[in-house]
Nanobody, 127 residues
Framework: QLDLVESGGGLVQTGDSLKLFCAASGRTSRINVMGWFRQAPGKVRAFVAATIWSGGSTLYADSVKGRFTISRDNAKNTVYLQMNSLKPEDTAVYSC????????????????????WGQGTQVTVSS
C-alpha cells in the first residue's frame, strides 16, 4: 500500500506563487513515477506534471510549461509542485499520483497510468 498526502494549497492572487507538497508513505520503494493532476469545477481531471522517481526526468502539460516546476526529494519521499505566475484558470483541486511500475509504453498524461492517489488540495487563484 502507498499513501499520498498533499498540502500547500490555498487562495492566492493572479501572478502569485504557491508550492504544493505531496508526501508518500508505506511501500515507497515501489514508486516509479509521481505526478500532479488537477480538476477544475465541471471539468475532467487533467495532467499537470510528472517526474520519474529514479533519474528525475520531468514532463509537463503545455498549459503550465515555463510556470510550474515539479521536483522530488527521494530521501523524504516527497514530490513538490512549484507554481509561479498563477492565473485564474489554474484554479482547481490538485492531486498527487504515484505509479508503482516502470512506464514501458504507458502514457504519463493519463490518469489510468497511476494506481495511487492523494485526497487533493484546493488551489484558488483570484483575478
Amino acid at each position: 500500500q502507498l499513501d499520498l498526502v498533499e498540502s500547500g494549497g490555498g487562495l492566492v492572487q493572479t501572478g502569485d506563487s504557491l508550492k504544493l507538497f505531496c508526501a508518500a508513505s508505506g511501500r515507497t520503494s515501489r514508486i516509479n513515477v509521481m505526478g500532479w493532476f488537477r480538476q477544475a469545477p465541471g471539468k475532467v481531471r487533467a495532467f499537470v506534471a510528472a517526474t520519474i522517481w529514479s533519474g528525475g526526468s520531468t514532463l509537463y502539460a503545455d498549459s503550465v510549461k515555463g510556470r510550474f516546476t515539479i521536483s522530488r526529494d527521494n530521501a523524504k519521499n516527497t514530490v513538490y509542485l512549484q507554481m509561479n505566475s498563477l492565473k485564474p484558470e489554474d484554479t482547481a483541486v490538485y492531486s498527487c499520483a504515484a505509479r508503482a511500475y516502470p512506464c514501458y509504453g504507458c502514457t504519463l498524461y493519463s490518469t489510468a497510468s497511476y494506481g495511487y492517489w492523494g485526497q487533493g488540495t484546493q488551489v484558488t487563484v483570484s483575478s
